[in-house]
């Protein structure tokens, strides 16, 4: 009873209520903070996991314990980042979604519930004017029958008036008295009427409003509470998973065994020499035979020399010296361009695409195709629909003239056969392209030219016209010919290590590119990228359209070269070309 028309209550509520509808949003957008906290660093601890695996060359650190349980440890890291990557998941699937969905909503009820409370206070104010207006229109007849009554009382006391002037304001009075007692009955019913809808007004509608107001209110501050709880229980979720991670770190870190490691250290490096013997006493008071016992330090040398010469003949590596290491010869090879390499020299880009690479052949051939498959199903939609206007004009010729159609018919039809003819000729081009491109299943090699040298058989053609071969980034790699075949020695198991190391080496980056098309790498040895995405450039174009690139330390591949603006680092020195 104390909610007046003039009062703000409403305008207070409004304000309140979409404070927390605001609130529930700053709190949605701190779980989505916290979310990629969790799933940043679970990015960061699998880099790290990933960053210090043992590589091939390192594969002898397993014989040991406490290297085997740091491999261990790397392996419980992983599943402890995926665990955070659980918290990341969960929170967007339980917290931030359900959030986001019932800010929606309760965005939409509160807009229903202050719309219906300002519509009954518009009604009761409209009320209010209409009886105000019911009030002075009875007043004012009031006035209007009073002053007719004195006006009439006045000619009637003048004996200088005519009868019928008197009359005629007597019967002016009785209708002035008339309308003032119709807006008396008028403004009464009115009256009873209004104070009938102002009682519903602040006993029932607004009470009303105000109660599904505050039960919209209650059940946001619920969603909070329920909110707030699945924030700490999926973290609750993943503490005994975490548990068996560190569990399992202990278990590793206590299979150490400082002995059984220092045993095997001492199996690598022992000598096996025998300890010299012990001097013997030599009199120089005596004659001067000087002689020496078999168990002397001198034959104790001696042996150890001999000893060491004939283990210097075996394989076994002594401590502190250094492995010589070998150094191969270098063998260079040229890339030979492909027949679409050619016409891209030319200049100008032909229709059948035979300037791209296969892969990015087919797909452009295959658009094209599409393209003007979409463009004969207008044309047949057009014709289909002045078809249907043709036989309209047939049946009514009051509406057009069904003659006029046909020559849009006519020039939509020699259409529909130039764009068929144009897709036969695409489709021809495209099973030629798919007819030599190379079968997934077997895919061509990237080979290095020490493995070439060694298991390769020298062709039996002319060097000078030696095999193409198809390398990962569809150019073309020639075979060796017998003349730097026969400049490659065999390597030794040492040299091959070496070389092998070489290979797993991270090229250094001589700048970087944006991808300016999407890019689909299919073929062995190519990268997928999107429009707009930032690389790092490992390997300049050589002539063969294609520039490699990488993304991260474990991803990198060929893109076209067209594809991509390159920008070079001014300082950079250049990166090694593998082929």
């Known amino acids: 009873s104390q909610w007046g028309p003039e009062t703000d209550q409403f305008d207070n509520l409004e304000k309140h209520t979409q404070w927390g509808i605001d609130f529930v949003e700053k709190y949605t957008k701190f779980v989505k903070e916290r979310t990629e906290i969790e799933l940043n660093y679970a990015r960061q601890i699998r880099n790290l996991s990933k960053k210090y695996q043992p590589k091939k060359k390192e594969e002898d650190e397993n014989k040991y314990t406490w290297c085997r349980a740091f491999h261990s440890t790397l392996n419980e890291l992983n599943d402890y980042a995926g665990q955070h990557e659980v918290i ?46 019911c009030k002075r229109k009875f007043e004012r007849d009031c006035k209007e029958a009073d002053r007719a009554q004195q006006y009439f009382e006045k000619l009637d006391a003048d ?24 807006s008396k009955n008028e403004y009464s019913s009115y009256l009873q009427k209004f104070n ?16 599904k107001i505050q039960a919209m209110e209650e059940k946001r501050i619920e969603r909070m509470g329920e909110s707030l709880k699945t924030f700490a229980e999926v973290d609750r979720q993943i503490l005994p998973i975490i548990g068996k991670c560190l569990d399992g770190i202990t278990q590793a870190a206590e299979s150490i065994e400082p002995k059984n490691d220092s045993s095997q250290v001492i199996e690598s490096y022992k000598s096996g020499f025998e300890p010299p013997g012990d001097v013997e006493f030599e009199d120089y008071g005596q004659a001067m035979k000087r002689t020496v016992s078999e168990t ?29 290491k070998v ?28 300037h791209l690479p296969p892969e990015q052949r087919r797909k452009k051939l295959q658009a094209k195709i599409d393209d003007i498959n979409k463009d004969i199903q207008k044309e047949m939609d057009q014709r289909d629909a002045l078809t249907k206007m043709k036989e309209v004009y047939i049946k009514n010729p009051q509406m057009g003239d069904p003659n006029s159609v046909d020559p849009r018919l006519a020039e939509i039809a020699h259409n529909i056969e130039k764009l068929q003819a144009e897709a036969q000729k695409f489709e021809g081009w495209l099973a030629e392209v798919e007819g030599r491109m190379p079968v997934k299943s077997d895919p061509p090699r990237r080979t290095s030219a020490l493995y070439e040298t060694q298991n390769s058989t020298p062709p039996t053609t002319n060097n000078n016209c030696a095999q193409d071969r198809e390398s990962p980034d569809g150019s073309y790699t020639e075979e060796p010919s017998s003349e730097v075949q026969s400049k490659v020695q065999p390597e030794t198991a040492e040299s091959g290590d070496e070389f092998d190391d070489a290979d797993e080496e991270i090229l250094p980056t001589i700048g970087t590119c944006k991808a300016l098309y999407p890019f689909e790498g299919v073929n062995e040895g190519t990268i997928s990228v999107t429009e707009g995405e930032l690389l790092y450039v490992i390997e300049e174009d050589k002539g063969d359209g294609w520039t490699r690139v990488r993304r991260n330390e474990e991803e990198e591949g060929y893109v076209p070269s067209s594809y991509v603006e390159v920008f070079l680092d001014s300082n950079a020195k250049g990166a090694i070309t593998y082929i």
């Open 296 to 324: 002397s330090l001198t034959n104790s040398r001696s042996d150890s020399k001999a000893d060491r010469s004939s283990k210097g003949k075996s394989k076994t590596l002594w401590p502190f010296i250094k492995k010589n």
């Open 88 to 133: 990341g998941e969960n929170m967007t699937s339980q917290i931030i979604a359900e959030l986001t969905r019932y800010a929606q909503e309760i965005k939409t009820e509160r807009k229903a519930h202050f719309h219906d409370g300002r519509k009954a206070q518009q009604q009761i104010e409209a009320n209010w004017k209409q009886l105000e207006l």
């Open 196 to 211: 009938q809808e102002q009682n519903e007004h602040y006993y029932t509608i607004i009470p009303n409003i105000f109660q």
């Open 159 to 182: 004996i200088n008036v005519t009868k019928a002037d008197v009359e005629k304001a007597r019967q002016q009075a009785q209708m002035r008295h008339q309308m003032a007692s119709d």
């Open 327 to 354: 150094t191969h010869t270098g063998v260079t090879f040229t890339r030979s361009y492909l027949d679409w390499t050619e016409n891209k020299t030319q200049g100008s880009n032909p229709e059948d695409f035979s």
